[in-house]
């Protein structure tokens, strides 16, 4: 009888830790601010290429922190390029009026 008891009083003490093992194994759902780090990740991992190293590590440094989208937003497109590079030389010839207006006009479309 007493070790019916003695069973039963063990039983009882271990059942909160089985309980507590179960909620521990549960998946949670990642939050918004880690999902967007694990697309980042892909993204950074599609872009490393064949780099190995020391040079992956940097770049994946870099581009995890976010440096690859400052650098491609300070460059701006290639359209935006060129119009500043033909601005650049209409101001230097000193054009101004429909003779700017032209050059510029073929600038961009070169």
Request: glycine letters at 6%; hydrophobic letters at 30%; a positive charge.
């Amino acid at each position: 009888m007493k070790s019916l008891i003695a069973a039963a009083c063990l039983s009882l003490a271990f059942s909160p830790l089985a309980f507590a093992q179960d909620k521990k194994d549960a998946k949670k759902e990642p939050s918004a601010a880690q999902k967007k780090q694990q697309e980042r990740m892909k993204d950074c991992n599609e872009k490393v290429g064949e780099r190995k190293g020391d040079e992956r590590k940097k770049f994946m440094s870099s581009c995890l922190k976010g440096e690859m989208d400052k650098k491609a937003e300070a460059k701006g497109t290639p359209q935006q390029e060129r119009m500043k590079s033909c601005n650049a030389q209409a101001s230097k010839k000193g054009m101004k009026g429909d003779e700017r207006k032209k050059f510029m006009s073929d600038c961009l479309k070169g």
